[in-house]
């Protein structure tokens, strides 16, 4: 049993024409994606590396991978959407060949291939790498480095060793230490179950750990050149375990169990399968690897006890869990065992999810273009294809899962995000600004907050006071206020100086609620974004 080249081709040119899609397509999304957007503009703009700025002002939340990589990107290529979600590609793109190169070491070529497969459609991976966050680089530099630092263990070879360690300090550098943390679980269950904890005792250790405090040092001097050992404190404990402890200041109130239904639907379409390879693991713990049941079971154990969580936040156990599932899918049901039962099921899940998918191509936003119509009718066509071939049951689950799954996001990326984006006030304006060509230096945000319109316009001032609108006004000078319906009446008192006023309908468009989805009702949702000339 085996996937074909010309197989395997098509599933990777299936899944890439939603990825492009999404990269080129759909703008940065307000708050955090558009928010890591503007500070790399601003780093490059400002050609501060060390320390990071947001709005002129020193940034603490997040480490600079991120920011670094997309100002580099902007560097070399300009700024622009899929310039900023360049990187982050290529580094997930390293993580799932990693997991086929983890999953083929573990067990054998086709559990890789799997693997691969499984982690790049899932529904995540679709999701983040749009929706840039530092979660993107973070799974693929954790998978690069597990990958390595299993293959250190196993040959001693220097190379392994430092490539590892790269990964190890790609993965901190992105968010911190659960960059480390995912990893020693990793290998740490591996290494104790396995009975190999001696090999600690490798003085290589000791330059694998010089590598990374290497790697992190130019951040670490510019935490404490911004702010004292407050911030190298924060970065290397506050930020993580701060969340466990009690001692961050973030706290959403979501419960325990927060991360299992984000799991069900995060990992379409193999969450099922998932939940089977699980529980046939812990069946068969003695006769099976423990390297991929501690990099998944344990990070998401200790993530559930944070008292902040976001959905975002366990994709980095995700190429773990896809190696549990790609070698459940090629051996379990490859002996028989509940094969047919699972087939059915499976494939019920899959006829749902198309079927679930023709809503964002047709209800909220009209009906998508002939021509993506015609592009996921040759998709559906290469479904119904494989449905009716001979091949053992495991391969069509793979492929009829990674068909189905990017069908689904062809609508998402091709139609459904491009036209929900229309709704996002900051980007809207930001075209409008750029395609009037009006004199950037005379707009002024006032109680205006939409990182997006600071990205694509570089528009960052802090902003104007009533004190200073009045002083402008009454000495006849021209400039433009950008606010919001909420403020607008602040404004009243100017508005004989209005010269013109333009307005844009305003969403939180990653908060999506069904009065909103509903076009009846959609109206009854919406404030405005509201641009203003003055004299």
Not at 116 to 121: N, P, R, V
Not at 243 to 263: A, D, K, Q, V
Not at 408 to 436: C, T, W
Request: glycine content about 6%.
């Amino acid at each position: 049993m085996k996937l074909s080249n010309s197989t395997i081709i098509l599933l990777l040119v299936a899944l890439c024409i939603p990825y492009i899609m999404g990269i080129v397509n759909i703008d940065v999304m307000d708050v955090d994606a558009s928010q890591y957007a503007s500070i790399s503009r601003e780093m490059l703009e400002n050609g501060d590396y060390l320390q990071v700025k947001h709005r002129q002002g020193d940034y603490l939340d997040k480490p600079p991978l991120l920011f670094w990589t997309s100002a580099l990107s902007f560097k070399i290529f300009g700024i622009g959407l899929w310039q900023y979600r360049l990187f982050s590609l290529l580094l997930s793109i390293l993580g799932i060949w990693s997991v086929y190169q983890l999953g083929k070491s573990l067990y054998d070529k086709l559990t890789g291939q799997f693997s691969a497969l499984i982690l790049a459609s899932t529904q995540a991976f679709f999701l983040i790498n749009h929706d840039v966050r530092t979660d993107t680089l973070l799974c693929g530099a954790i998978a690069f480095a597990v990958w390595q630092l299993h293959s250190f263990l196993a040959t001693n070879a220097w190379k392994n060793l430092i490539g590892g360690c790269l990964g190890i300090a790609m993965a901190m550098l992105s968010k911190g230490p659960i960059g480390i943390m995912v990893p020693v679980l990793a290998l740490g269950t591996h290494m104790i179950l396995s009975k190999q904890l001696y090999k600690l005792l490798n003085w290589k250790w000791l330059a694998g750990f010089a590598v990374v405090a290497l790697c992190l040092l130019p951040m670490s001097i510019g935490l404490y050149q911004q702010w004292g050992f407050k911030g190298l404190r924060f970065y290397y404990w506050t930020q993580s375990f701060g969340r466990i402890t009690g001692e961050s200041e973030w706290n959403n109130n979501t419960g325990f169990e927060f991360f299992l239904h984000t799991f069900l639907w995060a990992f379409l379409p193999w969450s099922l399968l998932a939940i089977g390879a699980l529980l046939n693991k812990f069946r068969h713990l003695k006769q099976g690897e423990y390297l991929t049941l501690g990099g998944f079971l344990l990070p998401f154990i200790a993530l559930s006890f944070s008292k902040y969580k976001l959905p975002h936040y366990i994709f980095v156990t995700f190429p773990f869990l896809a190696i549990l599932t790609g070698h459940y899918i090629k051996s379990f049901l490859e002996k028989g065992k509940l094969l047919k039962r699972w087939y059915i099921v499976h494939l019920v899940i899959l006829v749902l999810l198309l079927l679930v998918g023709i809503a964002p191509i047709t209800y909220p936003f009209g009906f998508a273009s002939f021509w993506l119509f015609l592009l996921i009718a040759v998709y559906l066509a290469v479904f119904i294809y494989f449905s009716f071939q001979t091949t053992p049951k495991p391969l069509k689950i793979i492929t009829l899962s990674v068909i189905a799954i990017s069908t689904v996001n062809l609508g998402l990326n091709g139609h459904f995000y491009p036209k929900l984006m229309h709704y996002q006030s900051g980007s809207e304006m930001a075209k409008y600004v750029l395609d009037q060509k009006i004199d950037l230096e005379k707009i002024h945000p006032f109680n205006y907050f939409d990182h997006s319109f600071e990205f694509h316009t570089g528009v960052r001032d802090e902003g104007y006071n009533l004190e200073i609108i009045n002083k402008a006004t009454r000495n006849n000078e021209t400039f433009w206020i950008n606010t919001t319906s909420e403020y607008d009446q602040h404004l009243t008192p100017f508005s004989t100086f209005e010269t013109e006023r333009v307005y844009f309908e305003k969403y939180p468009v990653t908060k999506l609620k069904a009065r909103f989805l509903n076009p009846e009702t959609r109206k009854e949702t919406l404030k405005q974004g509201i641009l203003i000339r003055y004299n």
